[in-house]
């Protein structure tokens, strides 16, 4: 019984304690949480965010994180594909191509980043979105150009582009979607 009674006590005096720290944790992780209920593919959303929620305290820090998810999405899918053997002619076409497009998708997403990153409120604030949201349907077009390389073949590679890529996109899209609510 007094075993049971000190235990009691003891969370009681720990209780406080530990609902500051969570508290402290939960606007952060509210943040992601809130903010990818509604995107395109928000299980994708939050489980390739949720690690950086600590990194995000706004809206933009949050869009900036997921442009830097995607990049690193992109980045590895290019590697992924200029390791690929492919068999004929036209699968060989159509990876090469598809590197050349993610290699694209870098470059858009790398002048998304960097004006993310000096993106503020005032006179020039709606050039600024335009030209952030151009580059980052312009890596969607990219990523969605390099599957369409492939309708016409089939096999494995086909499938392994396929997965890869329509994951890239996703987390691609997922950053657009999180960038457009800046814009709100």
Not at 47 to 56: E, I, P, V
Not at 72 to 101: I, N, P, T
Request: with cysteine; aromatic share 4%; glycine share 4%.
């Amino acid at each position: 019984m007094k075993r049971s009674v000190h235990s009691s006590l003891l969370i009681l005096l720990l209780l406080p304690l530990l609902s500051t720290t969570l508290a402290a944790k939960a606007p952060k992780h509210d943040l992601v949480r809130k903010s990818c209920v509604h995107a395109s593919y928000p299980d994708i959303c939050l489980r390739t965010l949720s690690s950086y929620g600590g990194a995000a305290s706004t809206p933009r820090d949050l869009a900036q994180v997921a442009v830097r998810v995607s990049l690193a999405h992109v980045r590895r899918a290019s590697d992924f594909l200029a390791d690929l053997k492919a068999g004929g002619r036209r699968e060989q076409g159509a990876l090469r191509d598809c590197v050349e497009q993610m290699g694209d998708s870098v470059d858009d997403l790398s002048k998304t980043l960097a004006a993310l990153q000096h993106l503020r409120r005032g006179d020039d604030f709606r050039w600024q979105m335009s030209n952030v949201e151009t580059w980052v349907s312009a890596a969607l077009t990219n990523e969605d150009t390099c599957l369409d390389g492939f309708k016409e073949i089939d096999g494995k590679v086909r499938s392994d582009v396929r997965r890869k890529i329509t994951n890239v996109a996703r987390v691609t899209s997922n950053a657009l979607y999180l960038i457009n609510l800046l814009d709100e």
